[in-house]
């Protein structure tokens, strides 16, 4: 049995549109980016399992929108209050995924923000960035392919 | 000062269901102290939280079961000391393993607690894959919860959310399983049975 790796990456990244729009478009749009991450995460290798891709944007008022991503083949999960209407927007995002690294997470993170920019009229500025290399206990070890508790 | 654990892996619906239960407590009159745990070095669920207006410690950068056991005792008893909470609610990193961070509560408690609770939320999505890749931390989840939600029940097809309660059943036998949706409201009869370790 292998040791999962897990490697969180976190940041704050700057989206900016030419017009205002919606939170629930910011939202998509979003959600849409962390999906694609996700895909890419688990097709980066067979061992990956995403715990989660999380985002949250705060506004005053007690809005906000909330994006979270647990697997490639599940729609991303998206929250957003009434009433949003901005150009510009920062997300707080948190990446975990086991067995890839940071440094392979950090580069795909980076590809897909890129991507975005150059399929759309997104602009994008990452303003924080940081990953860690943390080694779990024994608890995070990966059982063997095919084992099932119920056989 | 009672105390409930909500343990899960992530994604599993642990935040929607926590502030469900601060929200329950403090309409109630209570003080609720909520220590919530992230691995990420910038905390999503905390900043949420707190915009709610919920009174929120957070342990950043690291497990709580591991690395940041220190920083887990240490925020409970400034809780106790210095704010005199009537609960805590506790909500470890989803890759946090239960069964150790029960085990530092436990180490630590001395008749601090005059209760002791500990939640399950299992996604009905995605059990089939953690018993398949990461068994150790879901046992560790089960085993030691004296009350289990599998959640997503709406979402997730009947095959997968029967999956999921023999998976739980096959753990630990004697354990109350309810089928819920954290995004949906409650039912009474289950806030009733959740009222009993909240007040």
Not at chain 2, 8 to 25: D, E, N, P, Y
Not at chain 2, 67 to 83: K, M
Request: proline share 2%; aromatic share 6%; charged share 25%.
């Amino acid at each position: 049995m292998d040791t999962m790796k897990l490697e969180p990456l976190s940041g704050r990244v700057r989206f900016f549109s030419d017009k205002a729009v919606t939170g629930s478009v910011w939202g998509k749009l979003i959600g849409n980016l962390f999906e694609k991450i996700a895909k890419r995460c688990e097709s980066a290798s067979t061992d990956t399992v995403i715990g989660h891709i999380k985002g949250l944007s705060l506004f005053t008022g007690e809005k906000h929108i909330r994006v979270s991503v647990i697997s490639g083949s599940y729609p991303a999960d998206i929250e957003s209050s009434d009433g949003l209407e901005t150009d510009e927007i920062e997300f707080a995002i948190n990446v975990i995924v086991y067995s890839l690294s940071a440094k392979r997470l950090e580069s795909l993170f980076k590809d897909e923000l890129r991507s975005l920019q150059d399929q759309t009229r997104i602009k994008t500025r990452i303003e924080q960035l940081s990953t860690q290399n943390q080694i779990h206990p024994k608890i995070h070890k990966k059982m063997p392919s095919g084992w099932n508790n119920t056989k | 000062m009672r105390l409930i654990v909500i343990t899960g892996f992530l994604g599993s619906g642990k935040t929607t269901f926590l502030t469900k239960v601060a929200r329950r407590a403090t309409q109630r009159g209570l003080k609720v102290g909520i220590l919530v745990n992230e691995v990420g070095e910038i905390g999503i669920d905390d900043q949420f939280m707190k915009q709610l207006g919920l009174n929120v410690w957070e342990i950043l950068g690291g497990c709580v079961c591991c690395a940041l056991s220190a920083d887990l005792i240490s925020t409970i008893e400034t809780l106790r000391n210095d704010y005199q909470v009537d609960i805590i609610l506790v909500e470890p990193s989803g890759a946090a393993d239960p069964k150790a961070v029960l085990s530092i509560i436990n180490d630590f408690d001395t008749g601090t607690f005059s209760s002791k609770f500990q939640i399950a939320i299992m996604d009905a999505l995605r059990i089939e894959m953690l018993v398949e890749v990461l068994l150790p931390l879901t046992t560790s989840t089960i085993e030691n919860a004296n009350l289990v939600f599998i959640n997503k029940a709406d979402v997730a097809s009947s095959e997968q959310v029967d999956y999921a309660v023999e998976t739980v059943k096959s753990i630990n036998n004697e354990i109350q399983i309810h089928k819920v949706s954290m995004k949906k409201d409650l039912s009474s009869s289950l806030w009733k049975e959740l009222d009993k370790w909240i007040q």
